[in-house]
């Protein structure tokens, strides 16, 4: 089992950035390929970016790319989300999920752990 642990959300204006962390506990977290994904009020759950066990592997949402950056440190057991210029329709809950031997890819329920989620809300 895995236990992930996210932070780094808050507030912040539009065009802001925010850094997201999410720490991993439990098993080789070079195991497993990592995603993000977000949920908004009253919407689905989104997928937003993935990567894979090297940090080799990353894929983005169309919403988010060229804005979001995915990377991970596994001597660090953590996986990161880097967000610049951020929208109000980011705003969301963004959770981190673990995949075990995973591939990057947006797919919400072939993930085997998720976290409990850290609010983004970006003002306009």
């Known amino acids: 089992q895995v236990q992930l642990v996210e932070s780094g959300g808050g507030l912040v204006q539009a065009g802001g950035s925010l850094r997201l962390s999410c720490a991993a506990s439990?098993?080789?977290?070079?195991?497993?390929?990592m995603g993000w994904f977000r949920q908004a009020p009253g919407k689905e759950r989104e997928f937003a970016a993935a990567i894979d066990w090297s940090g080799v592997t990353k894929y983005y949402a169309a919403s988010v790319k060229g804005r979001f950056t995915i990377s991970r440190d596994n001597a660090k057991n953590t996986v990161y989300l880097q967000m610049n210029s951020l929208k109000p329709e980011d705003t969301a809950l963004y959770y981190c999920?673990?995949?075990?031997?995973?591939?990057?890819?947006?797919?919400?329920?072939?993930?085997?752990?998720w976290g409990q989620g850290t609010q983004v809300t970006v003002s306009s």
């Open positions: 999920a673990a995949d075990l031997w995973g591939t990057a890819q947006a797919t919400g329920g072939k993930y085997d752990y």
């Open positions: 439990g098993r080789t977290f070079s195991n497993y390929a």
